[in-house]
């Protein structure tokens, strides 16, 4: 079955710069959610989007902007990157809003130097 | 606020059964979630109780209890490869009472099975 794809799986970035991380949904969810994971700690919800549109946010940095495409898949963009952005970020998808299953993308790890 | 309790970490035998308790205490509930993670790896669900009482899947159980604000997750017949880490989630309502799809993670129980 598909799953939820992540690209790129690993990033190294300098500080300063800036990074875009891509996010595809298993076919027909229209739901996506992105979350932070530092080292040893959880998950952290930053932002979600259901039909293209923006439908919650959490502990997002204004330097993080996120958006969903026609084709439902979601791009998430980290400006002025700082060493404290090394993390995972994973990608979740899942079929309509409120709650249910979200299936969980195998994450994007990002490192700061 | 959110909060969201789960021991550290827990140590249990092959063979053996375990349950992993979590207590939450949110703004609103839509649902609480278990998930099994192992390093560096996703996510991956394993429950989903949004009424009181028992869902068993296979050799996982999990329990809610609304009034108490308490979950548990039982793992039977252990085995080496259910080491990992285990996260509570729970979805809270918007304060206009919708539910909102996003999931607020306990800090996980490290789970370490032993021979």
């Known amino acids: 079955a598909a799953g939820v794809i992540q690209s790129p799986r690993h990033l190294i970035k300098e500080k300063r710069e800036t990074a875009t991380l891509k996010c595809y949904p298993i076919p027909r969810h229209d739901t996506v959610y992105w979350y932070q994971q530092g080292p040893g700690q959880d998950p952290q919800f930053l932002i979600s989007f259901y039909e293209k549109m923006q439908s919650d946010k959490g502990s997002i940095p204004d330097r993080f902007s996120a958006q969903q495409f026609s084709d439902y898949h979601s791009e998430l963009n980290m400006s002025s990157l700082e060493l404290g952005d090394s993390a995972l970020y994973f990608c979740a998808s899942s079929l309509g809003q409120g709650s249910g299953e979200q299936f969980f993308g195998p994450g994007t790890r990002l490192t700061v130097l | 606020g959110q909060n969201i309790d789960q021991p550290t970490e827990m140590t249990a035998t092959e063979g053996a059964i375990v349950q992993i308790n979590c207590t939450y205490q949110t703004s609103g509930f839509n649902g609480l979630f278990w998930y099994q993670q192992h390093a560096g790896e996703a996510p991956t669900f394993l429950s989903y109780?949004?009424?009181?009482g028992l869902e068993e899947k296979g050799r996982f159980s999990s329990f809610l209890s609304r009034s108490k604000g308490y979950s548990y997750l039982l793992l039977k017949e252990l085995q080496m490869k259910d080491s990992a880490s285990y996260l509570c989630a729970v979805a809270p309502q918007t304060r206009y009472g919708g539910a909102t799809n996003k999931l607020i993670f306990g800090t996980g129980t490290l789970l370490a099975v032993q021979p």
């Open positions: 109780n949004v009424l009181d």
